[in-house]
């Protein structure tokens, strides 16, 4: 599947091509599941900043089957299930990689279980238990609850027992948020900050994880108390339906707050930006894969699948985002049929 240059859904393109090789170090797999990230919708738009050139092909993550191993690959074999960290071009039939970059996977664990992990479950890992040091007892605000990361933020803050959870969405998919143990905010209709103070003791919460960006970003960190940690991770808000609004992007950028250190030195507050695919350091992210395929295996976890859809319905599964419909994670069928 390829994204051929800036456009809406309708500009993907389905190409073949020759089967790629497994070069030395390297494992050829054969894709079951690829997961959608709403980075994948920004890239499409060109608003994303940090994908190769077009044409190219998205896709982070994806979980198949090991075809062939490439000269000095070690502890993997043909017919292995396998995670696969992509990087770019998870959105295939196959995909070539370096065998350092896929992950076994346990029998009990599913290709839509595995697909659905490394990107939602990796990045609220990352903020929460890594740089914020999430402990029991602590208060958690999260913004698009229901989605991907959403309901991986409500099961991790669970299995760590905070002691709440207020997730913002839209009006739908209250019922859902609730189920997820979180309390509830209509982004529409009611002020998150309020709830949060409200529901606190006027502290504020200890950790406010936001991807929406502009003015939104200051909004999350009066939420916060004094000591408190507020992430930055996304940009949502530059997104407007599924074609690129210039406008609307260059509204979110222009809104976006500068901090003053002096300023959050008086609150002990802080401010962390996160973009998981521009990590330095390799392992840090493996480090929380491991952490999370313990917790899969324990029970603490366990991904919620929106929808699958069959590859050749990629615009209608990336509309299906585009229209705030899903709750938890939308993926890709590639499997052989
Ligand atoms: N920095 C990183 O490394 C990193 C990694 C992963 C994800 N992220 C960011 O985290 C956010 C969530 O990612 P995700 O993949 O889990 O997606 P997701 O939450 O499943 O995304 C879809 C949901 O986002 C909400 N939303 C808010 N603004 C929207 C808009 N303009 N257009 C469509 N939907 C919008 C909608 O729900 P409601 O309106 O009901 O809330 C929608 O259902 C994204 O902003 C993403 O870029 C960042």
Redesign the pocket.
């Known amino acids: 599947m390829v994204y051929p240059g800036v456009g809406g859904v309708d500009s993907i393109r389905i190409v073949e091509e020759s089967d790629p090789v497994a070069g030395p170090g390297q494992v050829r797999v054969r894709v079951h599941r690829a997961g959608i990230?709403?980075?994948d919708l920004?890239m499409r738009q060109g608003l994303y900043g940090s994908n190769p050139d077009y044409p190219f092909t998205p896709g982070y993550e994806a979980a198949g089957k090991i075809m062939d191993v490439g000269e000095g690959v070690e502890g993997l074999s043909p017919g292995d299930r396998v995670l696969a960290m992509t990087g770019f071009g998870g959105y295939s039939e196959q995909v070539v990689l370096d065998g350092s970059r896929v992950i076994p996977l346990p029998d009990s664990m599913s290709f839509d279980q595995a697909a659905a992990i490394p990107?939602?479950y990796g990045?609220a890992y990352h903020m929460l238990v890594h740089l914020g040091n999430l402990s029991g007892g602590e208060t958690v605000l999260v913004h698009?609850a229901?989605?991907?990361?959403?309901t991986a933020v409500a099961q991790i803050c669970k299995a760590y027992g905070t002691s709440l959870i207020v997730g913002?969405?839209?009006a739908p998919?209250r019922e859902f948020v609730e189920s997820l143990g979180m309390r509830f905010v209509d982004?529409e209709a009611e002020d998150f900050v309020e709830v949060c103070k409200s529901m606190t003791g006027g502290k504020g919460v200890h950790h406010a994880i936001d991807?929406v960006g502009g003015s939104h970003v200051m909004r999350s960190y009066k939420a916060l108390r004094r000591g408190g940690k507020l992430y930055v991770?996304?940009a949502?808000?530059a997104?407007?339906g599924d074609k690129r609004s210039r406008l609307t992007a260059l509204r979110m950028w222009l809104s976006t707050p500068s901090f003053d250190p002096l300023k959050m030195m008086s609150s002990n507050k802080a401010v962390f930006g996160?973009?998981?695919?521009l990590l330095d350091d390799e392992s840090v992210f493996s480090g929380h894969l491991e952490d999370l395929s313990g917790m899969l295996l324990r029970g603490d976890i366990d991904p919620v699948i929106d929808s699958v859809w069959r590859f050749e319905q990629v615009a209608e599964a990336q509309m299906h985002?585009?229209d705030?419909?899903?709750r938890g994670k939308v993926l890709l069928d590639f499997s052989p049929q």
């Open positions: 990230n709403f980075a920004m990107v939602t990045t698009h229901a989605g991907g990361v959403g913002t969405a839209s998919k982004r991807p991770f996304g949502s808000s997104v407007k996160v973009h998981m695919g985002i585009h705030r419909k899903n």
